[in-house]
């Protein structure tokens, strides 16, 4: 008779160095929502980021970024883990290891050992994870289940950044194919945006966009953070139509994965059909940086999704969000309260 595999016991510590914890995420694959700047950025807010490390023998095998928000009375607090934990692989299964989805045993031990840290050590209410693992992955929770307020939507569409950029654009509608080598023969002035004056201008066509769809927006100083607080890693492109921002597409890069976070377009942007051009040229610098794949961040049945699926022809899902409940005013928290429903709009960050 085989002999039974011995549970892997893990730690956890909390990393305190920005560096540190950058160079670790980078390593095992990590999501950029998972990145020290991203935490900052919400830490601005009404949030604490905690970077968890887990380690098994000394080495590291998984970390999580964890939000956690403080909320009223008797529910105390939420956990949240946004496209989480990244996991380092054990075995064969190579295949995913540059997407942070580990092995079998080392994912089930990561997640269980994160959630139970954050049982201990935050409490209130529960747990929301999120990861960047493909719908199917196995993951064995206890007390896992299915989360009424999803924030991040887990049907997406993801490039694969190693085909050929001629086979990336034959899988596209050809309307857009049309439009991005209209745009290059055309000479668009399409322009990487670093500057916070700059950011500033591109923010008004996003406001105008935002007013257009019907849709919220946060502050310009929450935008700025991002710039400031994601360095190198936020990928700003904006297209200008005599010399004044006119479309733009705003991403974040770790050193797999390029996140679709923003994006927009005035009437001048629409009439020179700057908008697939635009999005495309953060595709090629996600593949100048040797990135391998390119998510554009949640399809819904509207008029922005039908555009981001005219660039493949397939779609992805992700595995969704998943809840552990620490109270038993975890029910009440979901289902009856307003005020869930707020967390989980400015969550989203529009």
């Known amino acids: 008779m085989p002999a039974l595999s011995e549970p892997i016991t893990l730690a956890v510590d909390v990393v305190t160095d920005p560096s540190t914890w950058d160079r670790e995420v980078l390593a095992l694959g990590g999501h950029p929502l998972q990145l020290w700047g991203w935490g900052e950025v919400k830490a601005a807010g009404n949030w604490r980021a905690h970077r968890l490390r887990v380690t098994e023998d000394g080495a590291t095998v998984g970390l999580a970024q964890l939000l956690v928000r403080p909320l009223p009375a008797q529910f105390k607090a939420l956990s949240y883990v946004p496209r989480g934990p990244v996991v380092a692989h054990h075995d064969g299964e190579t295949a995913q290891a540059v997407f942070g989805v580990g092995d079998t045993a080392t994912r089930n031990a990561v ?18 994870i999120e990861p960047d693992w493909p719908a199917g992955t196995q993951l064995d929770l206890a007390g896992r289940r299915y989360a009424p307020n999803q924030i991040l939507i887990p049907s997406t569409l993801i490039l694969d950044l190693t085909r050929p950029a001629d086979e990336l654009m034959a899988d596209m509608r050809k309307s857009t194919r049309y439009e991005i080598r209209k745009g290059s023969r055309s000479g668009l002035d399409i322009r990487r945006v670093t500057e916070d004056a ?29 710039n400031r607080k994601l360095g190198d890693k936020s990928v700003l492109v904006a297209t200008y139509i005599d010399d004044v921002p006119a479309c733009f597409a705003w991403c974040v890069n770790s050193a797999s994965t390029s996140f679709l976070l923003y994006g927009g377009g005035n009437d001048a942007g629409r009439k020179a059909t700057a908008t697939a051009p635009t999005y495309w040229r953060t595709i090629e610098i996600a593949r100048e940086q040797g990135l391998v794949r390119y998510d554009m961040n949640g399809l819904l049945n509207d008029g922005i999704s039908d555009f981001k699926k005219s660039f493949a022809k397939h779609t992805d899902e992700l595995v969704g969000s998943i809840d552990v409940s620490f109270s038993r005013w975890y029910t009440t928290w979901n289902s009856a309260l307003p005020t869930a429903k707020k967390v989980v709009r400015k969550l989203r960050g529009n």
């Open 111 to 128: 997640t269980n050992t994160v959630v139970e840290w954050a049982r201990e050590n935050v409490g209130g209410v529960g747990i929301t």
């Open 198 to 226: 700059e950011v500033l201008r591109v923010l008004d066509v996003y406001k105008e966009t935002a007013q257009r769809a019907g849709f919220a927006i946060h502050s310009d100083e929450y935008y700025l953070d991002v």
